[in-house]
């Protein structure tokens, strides 16, 4: 019954900042990781970002400096602010989590950098 649910998604120019939201319902227990992930036609699903429970961040050598990952374990929510955006960052953005035993996704949110 776990949910995640994407928002923020939009058309940016490059060098703007967009902040993508995932809330999160279901789930009996606090997550062990969340995070994002990103998707572009005929490509791999690639990881962008995640947080531990903690708080302790790990990012995609392509987002180091622009984005930053936040959660709120109490909202049950985790953040993404994405800043500086270029066009190669157009793609799906889904929300992951995982607990001791599954893993979930979002459906996603539709990021388009373009001018």
């Known amino acids: 019954q776990v949910q995640l649910v994407e928002s923020g998604g939009g058309l940016v120019q490059p060098g703007g900042s967009l902040r993508l939201s995932c809330a999160a319902s279901?789930?009996?227990?606090?997550?062990?990781?969340m995070g994002w992930y990103r998707q572009v036609p005929e490509k791999q699903r690639e990881l962008v970002a995640t947080?531990?429970?903690?708080?302790?961040?790990n990012y995609a050598d392509s987002v180091k400096g622009r984005f930053t990952i936040s959660r709120d374990n109490a909202k049950n929510t985790v953040d993404l602010q994405m800043n500086n955006l270029k066009p190669e960052d157009t793609a799906v953005y889904y929300c992951?989590?995982?607990?001791?035993?599954?893993?979930?996704w979002g459906k996603g949110t539709l990021v388009t950098v373009s001018s």
């Open positions: 947080i531990t429970s903690t708080g302790s961040p």
């Open positions: 279901g789930n009996r227990f606090s997550f062990i990781i």
């Open positions: 992951n989590a995982r607990d001791g035993f599954r893993t979930y």
